[in-house]
């Protein structure tokens, strides 16, 4: 793991590295154990802003080093997977970094640098990826070159899933101005000009990402679509989300449970990074963040979530009984809300007898997907 010092003036991007890292090992794991072949494709592979020699603090480094790993990993378990990597890059300087990383470092995965724009690239990305099943990691530097129409016949493919990086802060400053080209540009990244009503929104940011993430859901026939906040380090604005996208309710479970680790790594984080800035305006030394207990934001905006959930549970299940397979993902697309807490809330709710849990044995504590949940009163 590339030490935090290495992202210093840049920590957004450290937690953005630990979320694919983490979430990509986890889905090249699982898809390669069950399949013949998997694919990552990083959409926007540049800029190269390394503070490290060897480059392992860029998302191409991480992608390769992880997928290798899976691949020599699965190897070890007998398992015969074709893992690929696809990258796309505009930048002609850049390209030919890109393409000298890939020599040094591809190892056993198999590698393709594409070199144009991203939308422009679409139908070579196509080619390469094929029928395989392919993750894709959309990380602009701003909100250009991924137009919600454009992306359609990636965010279609049956066999696959999406992680966009929706860069808030940066879209936000603009999202007033009232100027034809500006309002065009945000009307291809929605791909809908309903984006207007946010401006008049009570909550301007929960509307933004909310839409978009609707958009995405809708674009792609995705029957789950969720996100994670990454903050900024010294205050409660949002910097971007990591806005993600599924066929598969066990690709919610991984995201969710990557986000609980990743979570705390920002809060740890968040906590230190404010320590050493009252440092530095007061002068006065204060003992090194130490501990693992979260903020009081956090933790707060976890309790309201949980509730939350609380609340969508009753909602779902008012409309008829659910398997516990089919109840878990849907309750799982709010964020900070873990397959924990689901299981507790069902738990709790079958001992008030508000739940009946059909199916569960006298020595099962837990709900399995099979079993069917019952709203016995309200």
């Known amino acids: 793991m590339t030490p935090a010092d290495h992202y210093k003036d840049r920590e957004q991007t450290y937690i953005k590295h630990i979320f694919l890292r ?12 069950f399949n013949s072949a998997f694919v990552y494709v990083d959409c926007f592979s540049g800029p190269w802003q390394a503070s490290d020699e060897e480059l392992a603090d ?15 990993g699965l190897a070890k378990q007998d398992r015969s997977v074709s893992i690929q990597a696809v990258f796309v890059e505009r930048s002609g300087s850049a390209f030919k970094k890109l393409e000298g990383v890939l020599t040094e470092h591809c190892g056993v995965v198999q590698t393709r640098a594409i070199h144009g724009t991203f939308e422009d690239s679409i139908p070579a990305i196509l080619n390469a990826v094929g029928p395989k099943f392919a993750f894709f990691f959309i990380d602009p530097t701003g909100w250009t070159g991924f137009a919600m129409d454009n992306l359609r016949p990636i965010l279609q493919r049956r066999r696959g899933e999406v992680m966009v990086n929706l860069m808030y802060d940066f879209i936000n400053r603009f999202l007033t101005l009232e100027t034809e080209a500006n309002e065009e540009s945000l009307d291809r990244l929605f791909g809908t000009p309903r984006w207007r009503e946010i401006r008049n929104a009570q909550d301007r940011e929960a509307a933004m990402v909310d839409l978009y993430v609707q958009q995405l859901r809708s674009a792609g026939e995705f029957r789950y679509a969720t996100w994670m906040r990454v903050l900024k380090p010294l205050s409660e604005r949002t910097y971007f989300y990591l806005v993600y996208a599924t066929r598969n309710g066990k690709g919610i479970d991984e995201f969710r449970a990557v986000e609980e680790k990743v979570v705390a790594e920002q809060d740890n984080l968040r906590q230190e990074a404010q320590r050493s800035h009252r440092v530095t305006r007061s002068g006065q030394t204060e003992l090194a963040f130490s501990s693992s207990a979260p903020s009081n934001t956090l933790k707060l905006e976890r309790d309201s979530q949980v509730e939350a959930a609380a609340r969508l549970i009753d909602e779902l299940l008012h409309a008829g009984p659910m398997l516990f397979g089919e109840l878990r993902p849907l309750v799982l697309e709010l964020p900070l809300v873990r397959r924990s807490d689901v299981m507790q809330l069902l738990r709790d709710g079958q001992s008030a007898g508000k739940y009946r ?8 504590r837990t709900p399995k997907d099979h079993h069917r949940i019952i709203l016995v009163r309200s």
Do not use: C, K
């Open 58 to 72: 860029t998302s191409v480094r991480i992608a390769l080093d992880i997928l290798n790993r899976v691949q020599s």
């Open 22 to 33: 983490q979430y990509l090992e986890r889905v090249a794991y699982h898809i390669g154990y």
């Open 357 to 364: 849990i059909e199916g569960m044995s006298p020595r099962e």
